[in-house]
């Protein structure tokens, strides 16, 4: 079947592209001949097709699914697509363990390897950099789509998909996964960058919505502008968080006290992100002009967290143009915070 459809696709790409140049005849009454010759050649043959493609199946939202990968985002689409009604037929997993959970909880078949996987719909949850080669060792059947969601990297890591007349997509949520986090339920309500051609794009579209989320379509060049600006709150933050709360073990407080009293903090932080918008959610000493617990801050850290001093100085610095903005600090005030900011006493 395969090879059927192999056979007609490429049949149709030739004589679509040029039907002339099934012939290369002789003479003016000869090209008229032969052109209208390979004109009914290239009807027949577009007919034939058409029913041949009639009698494949059309892709839509009930078309089975295979997800490859069982780690955070693996498991988080695998059961919000399977919680949405939709159809797993397979988890590709290394892992008989995680692999078989998962499988089990979204009634699926479980694959230990892509090695000769012929799935219609495939959504690639593998790390960003095995992404290329995860997807050559499908074998893709035209008009499937192969999908992958690296936020970091456009379609052409799927290049080894597309000269077989596959549809690739990628579908990034801006969202943190962790692996026993919230799974589906933190993505409800987050944006998913999604990127596709005329088939693929819009399946993304739906599914996303299925999931709850919202998707936006970013340009391909600003892709990595786009992942930055995920992966500095996304990811680089947590180390900020981690950071913080290891601060406590000065206090003679473990770590679970410290997250047990941050994380709320974050939560609202986040809330007021939501609520506010920038410039209004930016607060701290800095936006508020408070030289004298800037200096203090410093001197702490000069003591005890040397490490955190450039960083901290980074973003205070970074609150004070936000503060100018909405009129908490007058160019003056936003003079002084900065200067005590850069006076170096290290
Ligand atoms: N987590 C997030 O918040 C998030 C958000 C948006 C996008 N993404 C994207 O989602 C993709 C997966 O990220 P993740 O966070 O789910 O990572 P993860 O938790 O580390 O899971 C990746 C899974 O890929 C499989 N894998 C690992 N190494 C592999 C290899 N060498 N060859 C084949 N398979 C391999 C493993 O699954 P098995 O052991 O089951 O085989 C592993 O559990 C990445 O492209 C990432 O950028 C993640």
């Known amino acids: 079947m395969r090879d059927k459809r192999r056979l007609v696709w490429s049949t149709r790409y030739s004589i679509h592209r040029d039907p002339v140049r099934v012939v290369e005849p002789d003479g003016l009454a000869q090209i008229g001949f032969w052109r209208t010759c390979s004109a009914i050649l290239a009807y027949w043959l577009d007919s034939a097709i058409n029913l041949s493609d009639a009698s494949l199946q059309m892709i839509d939202q009930k078309t089975s699914i295979s997800i490859v990968g069982a780690g955070a985002l693996g498991q988080a689409l695998a059961l919000g697509i399977h919680r949405a009604g939709r159809n ?5 997993s290394r892992s008989r363990e995680r692999g078989g959970q998962l499988a089990e909880a979204v009634e699926a078949e479980l694959l230990p390897s892509c090695q000769g996987h012929s799935p219609r719909i495939v959504i690639l949850c593998v790390p960003d950099d095995v992404i290329s080669a995860t997807a050559g060792e499908l074998d893709c ?10 936020g970091s990297r456009g379609l052409d890591v799927l290049e080894s998909c597309t000269s077989e007349n596959v549809h690739t997509g990628s579908i990034h949520p801006v969202m943190v ?59 680089l933050m947590t180390g900020l968080l981690a950071a913080s709360a290891d601060l406590w073990k000065l206090l003679e407080l473990d770590r679970s006290t410290a997250v ?26 800095a936006a508020r002009g408070d030289i004298g617990t ?4 410093l001197n702490e850290l000069r003591t005890h ?15 004070i143009p936000y503060a100018v903005e909405r009129s908490q600090l007058d160019e003056q005030s936003a003079k002084d915070v900065r200067r005590a900011l850069e006076f170096n006493e290290d």
């Open 294 to 297: 800037i200096r203090m801050h």
């Open 260 to 285: 047990e009293a941050l994380a709320p903090m974050v939560r609202e932080a986040g809330l007021n992100f939501q609520k506010l918008g920038v410039p209004d959610v930016v607060m701290g000493p």
């Open 141 to 150: 059947s035209p008009d499937s789509i192969v999908v992958h969601c690296a």
């Open 177 to 235: 996964l962790a692996r026993g986090g919230r799974g589906p339920e933190a993505m409800h309500g987050a944006t998913a960058a999604i990127e596709g051609d005329h088939v693929s794009e819009p399946w993304l579209h739906q599914l996303a919505c299925d999931l709850g989320m919202r998707p936006v379509c970013i340009p391909p060049e600003r892709r990595a502008l786009y992942h930055l600006s995920a992966a500095l709150v996304g990811g």
């Open 305 to 319: 967290a040397p490490h955190l001093l450039p960083l901290y100085r980074e973003l205070a610095l970074l609150s």
């Open 88 to 92: 797993i037929e397979t988890i590709v």
